[in-house]
């Protein structure tokens, strides 16, 4: 059965919908839940090692404008997107006290994620890479609605918790860049183009260097060697079968076209199959906040 789970509704956005749910992944810590499988499984665990310090990042970058907005509706969607990154956090820091739990040095493989994020002082930028980072999540979590199928072999808790992300993400995905074009009202598109676009060349390249980085740690730990035939079939798993980073990669690099707009992108469709997906897996979906079992 599935943990608690509190509907938070906003009263202002309707879209943007916190769900305050305790998914108990420490108290089911699982090695390789993926379908038995190490390398699919680090493919999600690997992820989880950057969220709950990602997560604070992005409510502190958007925070910043919050207060300075002329559009109090953009500021108030800023307030419903902390609150569910703030439950993200939460329950990503439940996730990696797991993984502690199954004797990963999750502290070893947090300190470079920190650094990372450390170096972007300009609140512009670091609202910049808020961008970049949220475009890839959105991706992530758009390949995962719509092909569930891909987590049918993960253990509950984990898979659970993985959909709920991804349909919060989607709600989202578009409050950062709005963001971004409502405090730079005179910057010349081109400029605002390069500055997003430098910002997500200067995240995704540093995060692929780290997560690979993790992905030998995860493997050390489990004593397996990383030769050859390990990232052979890593490549495999990630490109071809079943092909996580592959189905991404069209949507990552829609980022990079000029008129790029997330809601250009309607997921309306996805997003509502996902909350009756979520109302089925969770039955308290109505109850009042704080009255949920």
């Known amino acids: 059965m599935a943990a608690g789970y509190t509907a938070i509704p906003s009263p202002h956005d309707e879209d943007i919908i916190p769900r305050d749910i305790h998914f108990g992944i420490l108290g089911n810590a699982t090695r390789h839940w993926f379908d038995g499988d190490m390398i699919k499984t680090v493919t999600a665990d ?3 090692i950057f969220l709950p310090e990602g997560e604070r990042y ?50 070893e493989m947090e300190k470079p994620v920190r650094y990372a994020l450390g170096v ?18 959105a ?39 709005d963001v971004l074009k409502a405090v730079t009202p005179g910057m010349p598109g081109w400029k605002r183009y390069l500055l997003r676009v430098t910002a997500m060349n200067a995240t995704i390249f540093p995060f692929l260097v780290i997560f690979l980085r993790n992905v030998r740690i995860f493997a050390r730990t489990d004593g397996i060697k990383t030769g050859i035939r390990f990232w052979l079939r890593f490549l495999w798993v990630v490109f071809v079968s079943p092909g996580f980073w592959r189905r991404c990669m069209p949507l990552v690099l829609s980022y990079y076209l000029p008129g790029f707009d997330p809601k250009n992108k309607d997921d309306a469709e996805l997003i509502a199959k996902a909350r009756a997906w979520l109302a089925e897996e969770f039955p308290a979906q109505a109850a009042p906040a704080g009255k949920a079992g």
């Open 139 to 177: 991706t992530l979590s758009s390949v995962t609605l719509r092909r569930p199928e891909l987590l049918d072999k993960a253990a509950a808790p984990y898979r659970r918790l993985w959909m709920w992300h991804a349909l919060e993400e989607l709600e989202h995905k578009a409050v950062a860049l």
């Open 46 to 48: 690997g992820l989880s």
């Open 58 to 107: 992005f409510i502190r970058s958007l925070k910043h404008y919050a207060s300075k907005l002329k559009d109090r509706e953009l500021a108030r969607e800023i307030n419903g997107y902390s609150v569910q990154e703030a439950f993200h956090t939460r329950e990503h820091e439940d996730y990696n006290r797991a993984l502690q739990s199954l004797g990963y040095d999750v502290e």
């Open 120 to 137: 972007a002082k300009n609140p512009l930028h670091r609202l910049a890479v808020t961008c970049a980072i949220e475009h890839l999540t």
